[in-house]
C-alpha cells in the first residue's frame, strides 16, 4: 500500500503561481510513476502530469509550458509546480501512484482545492 497526502491548494489570481505537493508514504517510491490528476465540477477526472522513477515526465497539452512536475526520491515527495495560472485550471487536485509495469493508477490522494480567479 502507498498512502499519498496533498498539500498546497489555494485560491489565486489568473497568472498567478501554485506548488502542490504530495507525501507518500508506505512501499518503496521509486519503482512507482507518480502522477497528478484533476477534476473540475461538472467534469470528469483528467490527467495532468506524470514522472517515472527515471525522471522521465509526461505532461497534458492544455498545461505544457505552465506545469512543471517533479519528484524528490530521497524524500518520497512529487510536486507541481503551476505557473500562468488561468480561472480554467480550478479544480480538485489529485497526487496518484502506480507502478512502472502496470497502466492502471491504484492509489490516490484526497484531493487539494485549486481555485484561480478571473
Known amino acids: 500500500q502507498v498512502q499519498l497526502v496533498e498539500s498546497g491548494g489555494g485560491l489565486v489570481q489568473a497568472g498567478g503561481s501554485l506548488r502542490l505537493s504530495c507525501a507518500a508514504s508506505?512501499?518503496?517510491?521509486?519503482?512507482?510513476?507518480m502522477g497528478w490528476f484533476r477534476q473540475a465540477p461538472g467534469k470528469e477526472r483528467e490527467f495532468v502530469a506524470s514522472?517515472?522513477?527515471?525522471?522521465?515526465?509526461d505532461y497534458a497539452d492544455s498545461v505544457k509550458g505552465r506545469f512543471t512536475i517533479s519528484r524528490d526520491n530521497a524524500k518520497n515527495t512529487v510536486n507541481l509546480q503551476m505557473n500562468s495560472l488561468k480561472p480554467e485550471d480550478t479544480a480538485v487536485y489529485y497526487c496518484?501512484?502506480?507502478?512502472?509495469?502496470?497502466?492502471?493508477?491504484?492509489?490516490w490522494g484526497q484531493g487539494t482545492q485549486v481555485t484561480v480567479s478571473s
Open positions: 496518484a501512484a502506480r507502478l512502472e509495469i502496470i497502466s492502471r493508477w491504484d492509489y
Open positions: 508506505g512501499r518503496t517510491f521509486n519503482p512507482y510513476v
Open positions: 514522472i517515472r522513477s527515471s525522471g522521465s515526465t
